[in-house]
């Protein structure tokens, strides 16, 4: 089995300007995230706007990314859904295309308990082989999974692996102290992914890492393999003010996530395309601030 640590960006999904498809961007762009450091990537996840594929798209993304990556770094595969039943039809097929894991958030909309959630997730794990890394994200789900219900899901080895992004990363070493190395941290928010590392995480599942893998990749591993937070700190000062515009919202609003990081690889180059609606262009304020980041920003 893989162990997965280091960058996993979760995959944007690119589109042509008419919001189809864009089956040879998406190709480039997983060739791009390998080559700039990825160690790993999530196919049709919540930043590949997975909400807004169709079935038969995010079928066919998680197939043109498998075939792309050729077995080069492991890949997970964003299979949840609102339903266990659903859930475990999306995995099932993941895992017949040959993807390592599985990135699952809990179901949404209905405010699950705890006892719900962990009947759903003991229900996907008997139902497939490969690892599970649990997603958690209260602003989108409505629950914060607690401490009890990791550290149960963990020991019964109904999940390996955990994506936290709530922001403030303390949950990470309360695992670590809980559990030593039997779960693997990964922390999944942008704007405080070094007190992640710092607390012990070893992995980082970034939306942003997107927009410049090369530096995100060299930020993590500066961390969990060097434990040289003060260059890593350096970078982060490099990245911050993107990383700020990818997670905080104006005027009261939730940040325009994807739309920032697709604007931002346009802007460096490597045009992706729109975002799909309901989510709208960035407004002129927000892609001025975006300019100006990134014109500041040197890549190699």
């Known amino acids: 089995m893989n162990v997965f640590r280091g960058l996993f960006p979760p995959l944007i999904t690119p589109f042509h300007a008419d919001g189809s498809l864009n089956e040879q961007g998406l190709r480039d762009h997983v060739d791009f995230v390998i080559a700039n450091g990825a160690d790993g990537f999530c196919a049709g996840s919540s930043t590949g706007e997975f909400m807004n594929l169709t079935r038969a798209e995010w079928e066919r993304v998680l197939g043109i990314c498998q075939e792309q990556n050729r077995g080069r770094v492991p890949m997970l595969a964003g299979t949840a859904d609102m339903s266990t039943l659903a859930t475990i039809e999306k995995s099932k097929f993941a895992e017949s295309l040959g993807y390592d894991g599985f990135l699952i958030i809990s179901p949404w909309y209905q405010v699950h308990t705890m ?94 890492g997107n927009f410049d893998p090369k530096r995100w990749s060299q930020i993590v591993h500066l961390c969990i393999d060097d434990g040289n937070f003060v260059a890593a700190r350096k970078l982060w000062d490099e990245i911050m003010p993107f990383v700020d515009l990818v997670t905080v919202g104006r005027h009261g609003e939730r940040p325009d996530w994807i739309a920032v990081i697709k604007r931002g690889l346009e802007l460096r180059g490597h045009a992706v395309g729109p975002v799909r609606r309901p989510m709208l262009p960035l407004t002129e304020e927000v892609d001025a601030l975006v300019q100006q980041v990134v014109a500041k920003m040197s890549f190699a």
């Open 115 to 208: 006892r719900e959630i962990v009947a759903h997730f003991r229900a996907v794990r008997d139902a497939v082989s490969k690892p599970i890394m649990i997603y958690n994200n209260p602003p989108v789900t409505g629950i914060d999974l607690t401490l009890d219900t990791l550290v149960r899901l963990a020991n019964d080895g109904v999940i390996q692996y955990l994506k936290d992004a709530n922001s403030d990363p303390y949950m990470i070493t309360r695992l670590r102290m809980k559990l030593g190395d039997k779960l693997g941290l990964f922390y999944g928010h942008d704007n405080n992914a070094l007190g992640a590392f710092a607390f012990g995480a070893t992995g980082w599942v970034s939306g942003s």
